[in-house]
């Protein structure tokens, strides 16, 4: 149960984002148009993502040596580290909510969605390297806790942003609602980022 716990904390943290693709999604609730299908597609994109990267390494693990172990923890603290001083330059920026109302077929949408989750780089930096990584020594069943933790923290996400964004839009548009968010991560992240340093330490 504590993978499962570890694994949603983990996916939430780097989920909540304002990047573009959370900016479509909350666009598409507040403009009231197919927001099920744009929620669905995110988190359906997530869920096969994450489970890719998990199995990725899960099948390539017994080929690692220490040398590659370290050094994929490494760039592991590479990315983390990025990850929360981004984070922290967040903090001082506004966000520009972009809402014109024009009209768009279902099938548009589906590929639009597609597009902003598959063609956004940071999707596959944080689903299949991060957490296929960060799970890498677990055991095969604590790995699929793991990402199915990771995963319901997607479809609950998007599924809230968007129909948040519906119902309560200066909720979603409110910025110090993120920075309060955002004040969370950084101090999760760099939780983590110091157990896989500590680990890091104990392969030398």
């Given at each position: 149960?504590?993978?499962l716990?570890?694994?949603?904390?983990?996916?939430?943290?780097?989920?909540?984002a304002?990047?573009?693709?959370?900016i479509?999604?909350?666009?598409?609730?507040?403009?009231?148009q197919?927001?099920?299908l744009?929620?669905?597609?995110?988190?359906v994109?997530?869920f096969?993502?994450?489970?890719?990267?998990?199995?990725?390494?899960?099948?390539?693990?017994?080929?690692?040596?220490?040398?590659?172990?370290?050094v994929?923890?490494?760039?592991?603290?590479?990315?983390?580290?990025?990850?929360?001083?981004s984070?922290?330059?967040?903090?001082?920026?506004t966000?520009?909510?972009?809402?014109?109302f024009?009209?768009?077929?279902?099938?548009q949408i589906f590929?639009?969605?597609?597009?902003?989750t598959?063609?956004?780089?940071?999707?596959?930096s944080?689903?299949?390297?991060?957490?296929?990584?960060?799970?890498k020594?677990?055991?095969?069943n604590?790995?699929i806790?793991f990402?199915?933790?990771a995963?319901?923290?997607?479809?609950?996400?998007f599924f809230?942003?968007?129909?948040l964004s519906?119902?309560?839009?200066?909720?979603?548009?409110?910025?110090n609602?993120w920075k309060?968010?955002?004040?969370?991560?950084?101090?999760?992240?760099?939780?983590?980022?110091?157990?896989?340093?500590?680990?890091?330490?104990?392969?030398?």
């Amino acid at each position: 149960m504590e993978y499962l716990i570890l694994g949603f904390l983990t996916g939430l943290s780097l989920i909540f984002a304002i990047g573009a693709q959370n900016i479509f999604v909350i666009e598409q609730g507040l403009k009231k148009q197919f927001i099920f299908l744009v929620c669905i597609v995110c988190s359906v994109s997530d869920f096969f993502l994450i489970f890719l990267g998990i199995f990725l390494f899960h099948s390539f693990h017994h080929h690692f040596n220490l040398l590659v172990e370290f050094v994929l923890n490494v760039l592991l603290i590479i990315f983390l580290i990025y990850f929360i001083i981004s984070k922290i330059q967040s903090l001082r920026l506004t966000t520009n909510f972009n809402i014109k109302f024009k009209k768009i077929t279902k099938l548009q949408i589906f590929f639009k969605t597609l597009g902003f989750t598959f063609l956004n780089a940071h999707v596959y930096s944080d689903t299949v390297f991060f957490l296929g990584n960060f799970s890498k020594n677990f055991l095969l069943n604590e790995k699929i806790y793991f990402g199915t933790g990771a995963s319901i923290s997607s479809f609950l996400f998007f599924f809230g942003l968007g129909y948040l964004s519906k119902n309560f839009s200066i909720y979603a548009k409110n910025e110090n609602i993120w920075k309060y968010i955002n004040f969370f991560i950084i101090a999760f992240m760099t939780i983590l980022t110091t157990y896989i340093i500590i680990e890091t330490l104990v392969l030398l």
